[in-house]
């Protein structure tokens, strides 16, 4: 039973416009939520997280939403570039401070 | 230095060999951790490991055995495994356990035969 779900498996945007890659969660025990990206032959890459206290996380480009009553969360690329093109791994963290995965997202960004 | 370095990249053994992955960072991290990843799966956790003591096993069969032998190092010992263990097997590292900034090794693809 995932506790962690990202139900798409893949996305496709345009160079330039707003990517939105979603997430959905079981455990309202979680405390943190996160991103991470993965380039191919590389390991994943730490991106940003949002405390279960909070509902928005900026970092440059990138903004994280959280919904605690619909138990969703989203990550937001403004401007997409080519080099966002990446699976996308949402994570959280949750008792014994395990972080827990979902299955990923393959995003690609079009010229 | 923000690497974790797993070697070897890649390991074809058979299931009556014995081989180890290896994992080492210079973070000064005291956490490290084992994940195993399967084909369009999620990375999986198998074993934490904090200030060099096994903190979480999640159920893994003994034929996985995890060491710690240093602050630095990371070795996951395979003995007797099944062609279903083929996998990609990450290794982490973060400040502390539980840290949401983990580092991630490029992996090791294993294939048994």
């Known amino acids: 039973d995932q506790q962690v779900k990202q139900n798409s498996p893949s996305l496709s945007v345009q160079e330039g416009r707003i990517s939105i890659l979603n997430c959905d969660y079981t455990?309202?025990?979680?405390?943190?939520f996160l991103w991470y990206k993965k380039y191919p032959a590389e390991g994943p890459t730490f991106l940003i997280s949002?405390?279960?206290?909070?509902d928005k996380n900026e970092d440059g480009r990138f903004t994280v939403f959280l919904n605690k009553s619909a138990k969703h969360l989203s990550l937001h690329i403004v401007p997409s570039q080519p080099g966002d093109s990446a699976v996308y791994f949402c994570a959280a963290r949750g008792l014994g401070d395990k972080i827990i995965f979902g299955k990923g997202t393959r995003l690609h960004i079009l010229p | 230095d923000t690497e974790v370095t797993q070697t070897p990249k890649h390991l074809v053994m058979g299931m009556t060999n014995k081989k180890s992955l290896k994992c080492e960072q210079h973070?000064?991290?005291?956490?490290m951790y084992w994940y195993k990843q399967k084909a369009k799966k999620p990375p999986e956790l198998m074993f934490v490991?904090?200030?060099?003591?096994?903190?979480i096993n999640e159920s893994v069969p003994s034929r996985f055995s995890p060491e710690c032998p240093n602050s630095s190092l990371l070795n996951l010992h395979l003995h007797a495994l099944q062609p279903e263990d083929s996998a990609l097997y990450l290794c982490?590292?973060?400040?502390?356990?539980?840290?949401?900034?983990?580092?991630f090794g490029q992996g090791t693809r294993l294939t048994v035969v």
């Open positions: 490991y904090s200030y060099e003591k096994l903190s």
């Open positions: 973070m000064g991290h005291r956490a």
């Open positions: 455990n309202s025990m979680f405390d943190y």
């Open positions: 949002i405390s279960s206290i909070k």
């Open positions: 982490a590292s973060s400040l502390e356990k539980g840290y949401t900034e983990a580092f």
